[in-house]
């Protein structure tokens, strides 16, 4: 929200600079990682691609949204582009591995890595944004989807591609499952046994109460479905989280990429 322009010049520009490099090489097919964001505050759940796009609550989703109208334009202009656009829903999780994940080094405000924060200690408690959503414990709703998944998502958008002629083609992936801040925590708690401290805050600038997809399409279409739980999820991440405290930093001597790199 506050440097609106960097996300505009890096999405929006790079993704035009992309297109305009992939059409003189005569390259046309692509796979958009764009986002239910793109729905803003949804007026019916669960949310279909059919649901109207551009009533958006943050800077991010706009981008998203303005680069699917350019691929929707450039789609028309030239019929040779072939362009699935996947409206991911709420990606976490890590590699089942532990060694491929969300490097928590770096600026982030979304709720599973500040959760693992607060549990290996390096928080002392979660905020949770708001008690008082219309939703039936009063925290935010969203639909959470394993990474795993998001990843046989777009290797089903790949083979989608191959066999057929799109020009542009949207997809909800998502869990289908609405889940509460309250509940995240509850299930984080029963797969880690770490007890995570919270307080109830303000809402968070931006945010919306409940959205979670209708993916009925994309197992239609795709043959694609979430496979993972939430409780999977939480397992996974919080692997990744304890071999990697710190990330991909390379002199991190607890780090697992940072001994392999050593070897
Ligand atoms: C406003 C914002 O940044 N939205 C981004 C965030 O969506 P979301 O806000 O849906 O994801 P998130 O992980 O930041 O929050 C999920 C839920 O947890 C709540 N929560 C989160 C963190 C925290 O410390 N306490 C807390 O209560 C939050 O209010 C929401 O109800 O991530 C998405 C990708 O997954 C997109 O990038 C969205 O644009």
Redo the contacts with the bound molecule.
């Keep these: 929200?506050k440097q609106p322009l960097k996300y505009y010049k890096n999405n929006i520009i790079g993704a035009m600079n992309l297109l305009e490099v992939m059409a003189s090489h005569g390259c046309y097919q692509l796979v958009f990682s764009s986002?239910?964001?793109v729905y803003g505050n949804p007026s019916s759940l669960p949310i279909t691609e059919s649901h109207p796009t551009g009533n958006i609550?943050?800077v991010?989703?706009r981008t998203?949204y303005f680069i699917e109208e350019i691929l929707r334009d450039v789609a028309n202009s030239e019929k040779r582009w072939n362009i699935v656009s996947l409206r991911?829903?709420?990606?976490?999780g890590a590699h089942s591995s532990g060694l491929i994940g969300e490097d928590p080094t770096t600026n982030f405000?979304?709720?599973?890595?500040?959760?693992a924060q607060v549990a290996l200690g390096k928080k002392p408690s979660?905020?949770?944004?708001?008690g008082d959503?219309a939703t039936p414990d009063g925290?935010?709703?969203?639909d959470?989807v394993h990474v795993m998944d998001l990843a046989e998502g777009h290797v089903a958008a790949l083979k989608k591609l191959q066999s057929k002629h799109l020009h542009l083609q949207v997809y909800n992936l998502g869990s289908g499952q609405g889940t509460?801040?309250l509940d995240?925590i509850k299930t984080f708690e029963k797969v880690t046994g770490i007890k995570v401290p919270?307080t109830i805050?303000a809402?968070?600038?931006?945010?919306?109460?409940s959205?979670y997809a209708n993916c009925d399409f994309a197992k239609f279409d795709l043959g694609w479905t979430a496979k993972y739980t939430l409780e999977d999820m939480c397992r996974d991440f919080w692997k990744w989280q304890t071999m990697n405290p710190n990330g991909y930093k390379s002199n991190d001597t607890t780090s697992m990429n940072g001994k392999a790199d050593r070897h």
């Design positions: 929200m986002s239910c964001t609550t943050n991010y989703g998203k991911y829903f709420n990606p976490i405000s979304n709720l599973m890595p500040y959760i979660l905020s949770i944004y708001g959503y925290t935010g709703i969203r959470y509460s801040v995240f919270y805050e809402r968070r600038e931006g945010d919306i109460a959205m």
